[in-house]
């Protein structure tokens, strides 16, 4: 989780992307790496990264519905601890009067100004 905030990570690193869910990491040590200031120098300073992080967690999400494996369960888990400490810190802005066009159309358009892909066109 660190090296997100320290460099950009391609949304095409799969290598990166499969071991992060694969890591088994308590919630304390999700909150623990992922600061509060952490979190929204995240959101700041590397919009991309966490974008791609909220919606690689959903990906794997929806997929380990599809293929419901006791297997993929710890990846489920590290997934919701993810998304329960940055949904927080992307939607904070918005709950202060500042809305963010990027955090708006990745949680509820069809898609990021960047041409991430958003909830919508997920679900």
Excluded: H
């Amino acid at each position: 989780l660190t090296s997100l905030i320290s460099r950009d990570v391609s949304p095409d690193d799969a290598e990166f992307w499969d071991e992060l869910w694969k890591i088994p990491s308590s919630a304390e040590e999700v909150f623990e790496l992922l600061t509060p200031a952490n979190a929204r120098r995240l959101r700041d300073e590397r919009f991309d990264n966490l974008a791609t992080l909220f919606t690689q967690a959903t990906a794997q999400l929806c997929q380990i519905v599809e293929t419901p494996y006791t297997i993929y369960f710890d990846q489920a888990l590290n997934c919701v601890r993810v998304l329960t400490r940055i949904l927080p810190f992307l939607l904070e802005k918005g709950d202060l009067g500042d809305n963010d066009p990027n955090v708006e159309a990745l949680c509820w358009g069809s898609g990021a100004a960047d041409g991430t892909v958003g909830m919508k066109t997920m679900i």
